[in-house]
């Protein structure tokens, strides 16, 4: 076997750990001795024990001996100390003769020293295997440990002509059940949700993570996002309009809801959202794309997210929280559900609104364009360019 065959076997187990390591990476490691698999593991969790770590105890719980085995890891195993030992020198410990590795440590503090640790040690060190495949798997963990600033995905479902809802608000539902469940399962792999107050005061949504029946695709109800009992809940309202009543505010996940707003806001108002939820007093922005409804800093917003340990942010804001994101060049990737549907009106509501741009050589340019069928819809996923 090949070594791309077993770093892809790493992979495999890396995506098991989707949604649960934040604001540690995904990874995956396979131990391989004589041609055979003596040992597997994956980054459950953040504080728990690293992919090399799980995969050298189940060797051991096998009555595997890893001395002299390969190890196989999509990440370059750290070489610090954190909440758990470093990596390295438990390869050196257990006798590792090859280290093959997908993706370099992205800290550029880091990056490297793992294998200069491990070739002194007299281990072979083989990196770059599938390296742009591991990178991907964390790509919003990538951005935030550079940047410090989380990964933001600014999702959209709409129909062919780009509205997301008519005139009225009226927008359940535009795409299909299986489009839906991929949006949901896209909530399950991110830190934070965020939304316009627009969006709470016409849909009143829970935004929450919500499983779905995988045989069919169809979104499940529970009374609770206990599934993903993390996932913050950002809105953008800066004037404090949220209803006390709304569900991001009255219920049981109400202590996971931030409102943002802005020092213009009613003080009255602010104090009552504040006995309940977080509230964050933002500065205004001075960006000229920004209009009355989202004069939120996002700038100021992220860098404070950041420092949280939000590494990735899914924005499902209405179109002018999309065009502040996108037009204001805070988003690194869009995700664009689209339905066989034409809504039609000029005061239907787009996607992406805003002032827009004044000139063609000012549009937004996507890259890594990829396009998938999810029933009758179509899905975009793309990289915004910066």
Known sequence: MSDAHFMRLALRLARRGYGQTSPNPMVGAVLVKSGKIIGRGWHRRAGEAHAEIEALRDAQNRGNNPHGATLYVTLEPCCTH???PPCTAAIVAAGIKRVVVGAVDPNPKHAGKGFKILKR???EVV???????CAKVNEAFNHWIVERTPFVTVKAAM?????????????KWITGEKARAHGMKMRQGADAILAGVNTVLADNPALTFRPTDKSKGNIQHPTSNIQHPKLRRIVLDSM??????SKVVSDESAALTTIVVSKRAPNNC??????????LIAPVSKSSIVNHQSSIALDWLLTKLGSENVTSLLVEGGGEVNASFLLGGFAQRVVFFYAPKILGGRDARKAVAGDGVKKLSE????????????????????????
Do not use: F, M
């Open 82 to 84: 954190g909440r758990t």
């Open 270 to 279: 602010v104090v009552a959202l504040a006995k309940r939820v977080n509230v």
């Open 127 to 133: 990196h770059g295997v599938l390296s742009d495949t």
């Open 159 to 171: 129909t062919l002509d780009g509205k997301i809802a008519t005139a009225s608000g009226e927008s």
């Open 240 to 245: 404090a309009r949220t209803p006390l009543d």
């Open 363 to 386: 549009l937004i340019q996507l890259r890594e364009v990829e396009w998938r069928s999810l029933g009758e819809d179509l899905l975009l996923t793309a990289r915004v360019d910066s």
């Open 121 to 123: 040690a007299g281990i």
